[in-house]
Structures are given as C-alpha cells and as structure tokens.
C-alpha cells in the first residue's frame, strides 16, 4: 500500500537533504541545486496531495507543479547566470570568499 | 508500500545525497539528474505523466545542463578543490536532521496523511490544457511574462561586459 | 533564389550516383587483388642485389666494398666482408659480401645505394607483396633474399639494365682487348695461356650480344 | 473478395496476432511483463537490423556518390560488411585513458543506447503495434531526447581529454539549440490534431479523401513544420552537415575521441538508433505514420508503409551526408536562431490562421504565402549577411 504518508516523508526527506546541500556546500552552484532540491521536495508534495486529495479533478496540484517547475527553471537560468557575473568579477564561485559588495 | 516505490525511493534519495554529499561538482549535477529523474518516476507513479516528463525534459534536460555549464565555466576555481568546511557541515547536517525531524514527526502524527488510496484521479493532456486555457489562463501569461523577462535577464547578466568597454 | 545551391549540389551528388551504375568508366578504383594497375617502368621500392649467371652466389656482382653501406641514409644496410676471394665477373679475385641484410622496414627507397654502386651491383626492386605477420623476421632480408638474377633486372626495368648491361660490355670488351694487347706483348711464350684469359667470362652465359667474342 | 480482405487484415496484423497467440500460452499474471518484453525485443531486433542494414546503406551509396565501389568484399555486394564490423569491434581492445573517471566514462554510452531505444515505446509502427498509447506521447518522446544531451556531457567530460570536452560542448550547445526548433516544429501538428498521443494523431491522418491521404505534410504549414522538423532533427541527431561534433577535421570524433572498440560501436548505434527514432517521430507527426499514401494501396500491410518511408528518409539523409559541407559554428547557430525559430513560431501562426479560415482555395494562397515570403527574406538574410574579405597571410608574405 502506497500512503500518502510515505510519500510526505520521502518529500520532507528530500527537502532535509537539499537543506543540508545549501547549508554546508561553499560552491555557490551547488547550493542553488540545493534550492532547486527543496523546491523539487515541494513539488512531490503537490503531487502526492493531488493524488490523495479531496477533489484531484480539478488539478490544482498539477497545475501549481507545472507553474512551479517553469519558475524553477526560470530561477536556475537567472541564478546560474548570477553565478556566472559573480564569478568572472572575484574570479571565484565560493560563496565564503566573495564577501565584498564593492562593485 | 510497493516494492517499485520503495526502489524509487532509495534512487532519489540516493541521487540527491549523493548530489549533496560528493566533492566533485560535475559529479554532483550527474547524481542530481539522477535524482531528479526518480522523481519524475515518483509523479508517474502518482498518475501525473505530464508533470513527470516535464520533469524530465526541464530538469534532466536543462537544468542540470546548465548546471553543468555553469560549472564549466567557472572550472578554474581553486576554491573547487577544497574541503566544505567542517563546522558548517556538521552545523548545516544538524540543522536538516532537526528539519527531517519535525517535518516526519507532523506527517506521522497528522491524521490527514493517514488516507487510503483513492481510485486513481485522471489528468489527461486535454484536462491540463483545458485548465491552463480556461481557469489558470492569468498565471499562464504571466509565467510566459515571467520566462521571457527570465530569458533576457539571464542574457544581459551573463553577457561579458568587457569587450562593451574597449 | 534561397536554397539553389544546395539544390544544385543534390542534383550532382544524385547523378553520380546513378551515373556510376550506368558508365563503368565513371568507377576509377582498381579492384586490386583481381585487377592490377600497370606499373611503369621507373617503379622502385627496395633495393635488390644483382647477380649474373646461374648461380646466385657465384655470380654475385657485390664486392662488399660498403659504400651503400655507408651511403644509406636510414642505416638499413648491414654488410660483413668475407674472408676469401672469388673471381667477379670480370675475372679478377674480389672479396664478397659474406652477410648482406637490408632492413626493409627502415629502407626509405631513397635509390642512393644504387647510384653510389660502382659495380652496378644493387638495383631496385619493384616487388611491392611484402606484407607478413612476421614483424621482424619477414621484413629483413637476407643476401639470398635479396639475390635476384640479371634476367630478372632486365625485366622490370629493361632500359636501364641493357645500358648497363651495354656498358658492362664495354668495360668487358676494354679488359679483353688489354689482356689481348698484354698477351701479344707476351706473345710467342705464353700463347696458350692468353687463349683462355677468363674460364669465369665463359660461365656468364647471359652477357648481351655486344660480347666481342 | 470478404476472404481477400480478411487475409490482408491478417497480413496487416500477424505480429500483433503472433504476440497474443505467444502470450496466450502463459499464465494471466506474467503477461504483461512478457508482453512488454516481447515488444522491447521485437524493437531491439527490428531497429538493430535495421541500423546494420543503413550503415551498409550509407556507405555504399556515399560510395556511389563519389563515384567509388563502397564496401563489396565481405559476402554478395559487402552485405555482411555490418557483421564484420560487429565482429572487429566486439574484438577490439577497449581503452579506458588512464585520468578517465572510469564509472561516468563507462556510464555514458549504455544511457545514450538506453535513451536512444527508449524513444521507440511510443511510436506506432503499424497499426496496433505500439508499446504504450501514452497519452502525452510525443512529449514523452522529447524528454527522453534530451536525456540523450546528458550522456553525451558525461562521455566528453569523463574521458578528460580537451578533444572530448570540446566536442561535448559544441554537441551540447547545438542539441540545445535545435532542440527549440525542433519542438516548435511539432507543436503545429499537436495543434491541428489536438493531441499529444502519437496514435491519436497517426489514426486522423490515416484517412482519405478520394485517394489522396490527409497527411499533415500536404497542408503550406505542415510542408514548413516537416522540412524545419527534419532540418533540426539533422542538428539534433549530429548528421552532416551539423556534425560539428564530431568535426573529424578539428577535433578528431569529438565526444566519443577516447571511446574504443565496443563501447565505441555504442556510441555508433546510438547515434544512428536515435536518427532512427527522430525520423520515425517525423513520419508519425508528418507523414502519416504507417497509412498508406493511396487509398487503394491500404492492402499492403502497415508496418511495410512505416518501414518503407523509414527507409527513405534515411536514404534522404545519407544523400544530404554526400552533398553538403559542414557548416561552421557560426553558421549553425544563426541557421538555428535567426532562420529556424523565427520560421517555426511563424509556422505556429499559420496553423492557427489555417485552424480558422474557411476551407477552399484562398485558405491555402494566404497560408502558402505566410511560409514562403518569410522562408525567401530570412534565407536571403542569411545569406547575404557576410561580406568576406581578401585574407591576407602576414606570416607567408
């Protein structure tokens, strides 16, 4: 039997982990994969309480999954490109290393 | 639970720690597409195939691509080679357990999380097309704003602006 | 108009396509083991040693005298004089090559060997099988391999070997006349012996017809 | 003449029948795990033959093209070339470079092999012979293609050569590129049919009206939608002239510069194996799927008229191989953006103006026009972008 149960924890097992990435990792890349893990956790969750919900004909889930991954991929493309500026102005992608807002 | 979820289960999961955990960062986004594509088996099984194969062709095909692109790019980091940190690791792993901890606690205690499964809900591709078409008409012009707005900003940022300069 | 070149392009890579199953002679290639190109006549790949008579090893026309030797850009020539003499073929006691190997797989057919030869005794081959599994063996040839007759010179390369064969002649017809011209000034004593100058000449039956006698 | 019938109905469906006549000797609950592996066989065996047979194909007829022989000594005509070959890189030795990260460079070619056949599971072959009616089939058929841009990431960064790396690059960036147009392209079909379910859309094409077939290449937008379709896929499947890639002349084979023996041959089969899937997917959007293209040739079973249009795309494709040069980095990037996109998100606007005009004649003027003028300004802008200079040589002078 599939619960929805443990679906939710396997969602907020993924999200711990994505936490721990974007908590502990120093490149900045990998904490936005971090971000991209937790937001991804979050969409299993619609998913899994679309399946299991009261009313799954109307799609709610789906659709705020759909709109979501579409953000996600908007944000990866924005926040990679960050990245990118960032690193070709201190010439690092550590995230301890560029404390300096001096443009 | 069945025995396809409990492999889904341990796939993703194992993708996305080792996504987290390993040095190497190409390494990484490789571990990451692998989670990411046991997810989009996990929205199969749950019935929602076009979410799982947008999962796919977004995630697997674009995202981690462009996370591998971004890591090429900036390959001559020095930074890459070192170590995370040692006190923001256990900091940040105590932090995600304490998370895991409460969050799994809730689930477990919520009476909602309790259900059986109901007969499987159907989302074909016309359903989805007609909700996108009628009811979520607004949020589908302003994610086609949001995305062009996301194509150009992400342009302009990336461009080098040195060679603007000579 | 947008597109027209690639359109062109098309229409001639399509009408050799159909045109090579139609014209044979639009098919170049030589099917090689079956059909074989005529080789012309100033082919060369690696050097031979030339010998006259029937016997290989006593008409060998090397005196080991190792200027190839010395010549040969890639050192693929490797030469051990003997320690006795035999007649050449001009009937004078020369030393011989004891060993002769050439390693074809360093020979670079530069042909400097050949022209250096005062003896006209290495020449080039035009036999291009060499192919072998054997990678070391097989590729190093010996003086026995390496023999090949006069006739055969003349027939891989004509032109080339009835001039030298003309100028061996020559040469041979010079040497005659001198001993002839010695034996007359020794004359009367040693007729007898004038007569028969050179029991070897007699046994080089495929010296040309420019022979005086 | 209801016997005639039946017979080529049977003829049309002897492998469906077969399958079930197999199937039915096994108990109810392995069956559909046979019958999915009896299909996945069936598609392995068909599509590998298939590729053994086009590399033959190609190069004889790139032979012919240049007026040379082409492979004619293993067997009648060089026809078990294709087995020789197998046999020569089954036997090689397999060369891992020594820095290679071993498991990702091992990894790569079985996910492009994998991702390559993995397109099959939704395109009709003949009629009822499909692995699943997905209902969003061809986007099931893209995600799966961009799995592919992954592998080969992995077999150029893994092999850690500059030449492999480089190739990898310039495969990823120009399958990204194409891919846009490629999706675009196919859209215009989706549109018109309503669908994404492959069947769904090959069932509405394989229709008549007198003899002539509704297929969507004969409309102005779907003649666009299959020549920018096929023009991608090229791109997408890294066929000349877009075999930047692999770009012998610059950077050796590219992606697969450090790959030998079998794992080499891999890469081969996938690249071929997922040209074949691009195409099939170009015939089930475009040309009908397995319908016959006269009404009174629907005698001739299904698969054949799949197979045989298969067939021909392909020999297209090795034709085009013979002809064009390969394009320049450059070039295939503003072939990509400034003439593919803009022409597809036109096409995109023509169908919807052909979705809502009467049908009739001035239907088809307006529409015919709203591909041609733009195609005309666009390939002229093209063309006459760059005004090359005399190069001159500093050095040499």
């Known amino acids: 039997m599939n619960s929805l149960q443990s679906y939710l924890l396997l969602s907020s097992l993924l999200f711990s982990i994505g936490l721990a990435g974007a908590l502990t990792r120093r490149n900045a890349i990998l904490v936005l994969i971090g971000i991209e893990l937790m937001l991804n956790a979050a969409n299993l969750n619609f998913i899994a309480f679309w399946r299991y919900g009261p009313a799954p004909e109307v799609l709610t889930g789906i659709m705020f999954t759909i709109f979501s991954i579409s953000i996600a991929a908007a944000e990866a493309a924005v926040g990679l490109s960050i990245i990118l500026a960032a690193y070709r102005h201190s010439r690092t992608t550590d995230l301890d290393q560029m404390n300096s807002l001096k443009g | ?166 | ?213 | ?397």
């Open chain 2, 1 to 166: 639970m069945t025995t396809s979820f409990m492999i889904l289960a341990v796939l993703t999961v194992a993708g996305t720690a080792a996504a987290m955990g390993l040095r190497n960062a190409v390494h990484c986004v490789l571990a990451l597409a692998l989670g990411f594509a046991g997810i989009a088996m996990l929205y199969l099984q749950l019935g929602a195939q076009f979410v799982g194969f947008t999962q796919i062709l977004v995630y697997v095909g674009a995202v981690a691509i462009l996370a591998v692109f971004a890591i090429m790019m900036t390959h001559n980091d020095k930074s890459m080679a070192l170590p995370d940190s040692h006190s923001a690791w256990v900091a940040g792993c105590i932090v995600a357990v304490a998370v895991f901890a409460v969050l799994a606690r809730a689930i477990v205690s919520s009476s909602a999380s309790a259900q059986t499964q109901p007969p499987q809900p159907a989302a074909t591709v016309q359903q989805i097309g007609n909700a996108l078409m009628h009811r979520f008409v607004m949020p589908l012009e302003i994610m086609g704003l949001l995305l062009t707005a996301a194509l150009i900003g992400a342009v302009v940022i990336a461009m080098d602006r040195r060679e603007e300069m000579k």
């Open chain 4, 1 to 397: 003449m209801t016997h005639l019938a039946l017979m080529t109905q049977h003829l049309d469906q002897i492998f469906v029948l077969t399958s079930h006549w197999l199937l039915s000797y096994l108990p109810i609950a392995l069956q559909p795990l046979c019958s999915a592996i009896l299909s996945v066989a069936a598609i392995i065996i068909a599509f590998a033959t298939l590729f053994a047979l086009t590399t033959l194909l190609e190069r004889k007829g790139l032979g012919r093209m240049q007026n040379r022989y082409g492979p004619n000594r293993v067997g009648p005509c060089g026809l078990f070339q294709p087995l020789a070959d197998g046999v020569k890189s089954l036997t090689k030795e397999d060369i891992v470079p020594i820095r290679a990260d071993r498991a990702v460079h091992f990894m790569a070619p079985v996910l492009l092999v994998a991702a390559s056949f993995m397109g099959y599971a939704v395109l009709p072959i003949g009629r009822n012979m499909v692995m699943v009616d997905m209902n969003a089939g061809v986007l099931f058929f893209f995600a799966i293609g961009s799995l592919m841009e992954l592998a080969v990431f992995m077999a150029g960064w893994s092999s850690r050569s500059k030449y492999s790396l480089l190739g990898a690059m310039r495969a990823i960036a120009q399958m990204i590129s194409y891919e846009v147009p490629l999706v675009l392209a196919s859209v215009v079909v989706l549109m018109q049919a309503g669908s994404l379910s492959t069947v769904a859309i090959v069932n509405m094409q394989a229709t008549y009206s007198g003899i002539w077939p509704h297929w969507f290449v004969f409309t102005p937008w779907g003649f666009a939608g299959f020549a920018l379709f096929m023009i991608a896929a090229t791109a997408e499947s890294n066929r000349s002239p877009f075999d930047l890639p692999e770009g012998e002349s610059e950077i050796i084979a590219g992606y697969y510069t450090e790959y030998s023996g079998f794992k080499f041959a891999l890469f081969f089969l996938g690249e071929y194996i997922g040209m074949f899937a691009t195409s099939g997917m170009a015939i089930t959007l475009f040309l009908g799927g397995w319908s016959a293209p006269f009404s009174f040739l629907t005698w001739i079973p299904s698969y054949f008229w799949f197979f045989a249009k298969l067939l021909t795309i392909i020999s297209v494709f090795i034709w085009i191989r013979g002809t064009l040069p390969r394009l320049r980095m450059d070039q295939l990037m503003n072939l990509a953006w400034q003439f593919m996109l803009p022409m597809t998100l036109l096409n995109l606007l023509t169908t919807g103006i052909w979705h809502f005009m009467l049908p009739g004649f001035l239907r088809w003027i307006v529409c015919s026009t709203m591909v041609i003028v733009p195609c005309i300004l666009l390939g002229s802008g093209l063309k006459y972008k760059k005004k090359f200079q005399i190069r001159t040589y500093h050095f040499s002078q």
């Open chain 3, 1 to 213: 108009m947008v597109g027209e070149g690639i359109l062109k392009g098309l229409a001639e890579t399509a009408r050799n396509f159909f045109g090579s199953y139609v014209s044979k002679d639009r098919l170049t290639t030589v099917q090689y083991p079956e059909q074989r190109e005529p080789q012309i006549e100033a082919t060369r790949d690696f050097p031979f040693l030339v010998y006259d008579g029937a016997d290989w090893q006593q008409g060998m026309r090397c005196v080991a005298c190792q200027i190839c030797e010395k010549e040969c850009p890639p050192k693929c020539i490797f030469i051990e004089k003997s320690k006795d003499k035999k007649p050449d073929a001009f009937g004078k006691m020369q030393i011989y090559p004891a060993t002769f190997n050439i390693d074809i797989s360093v020979c670079m057919s530069c042909q400097i060997c050949v022209e250096v030869c005062p003896f006209d005794a290495i020449k080039m081959d035009v036999e291009y099988h060499q192919s072998s599994d054997d990678r070391f063996g097989a590729l190093l040839l010996n003086k026995q391999r390496l023999s090949k007759s006069n006739e055969y010179y003349n027939a891989i390369h004509p032109t080339e070997a009835s001039a030298v064969d003309a100028q061996r002649a020559e040469e041979l017809a010079k040497l005659e006349a001198k001993a002839k011209a010695a034996a007359e000034v020794k004359a009367a004593a040693e007729a007898k012996a004038a007569a028969d100058a050179n029991p070897a000449l007699n046994a080089s039956p495929q010296q040309p017809a420019g022979d005086p006698q």
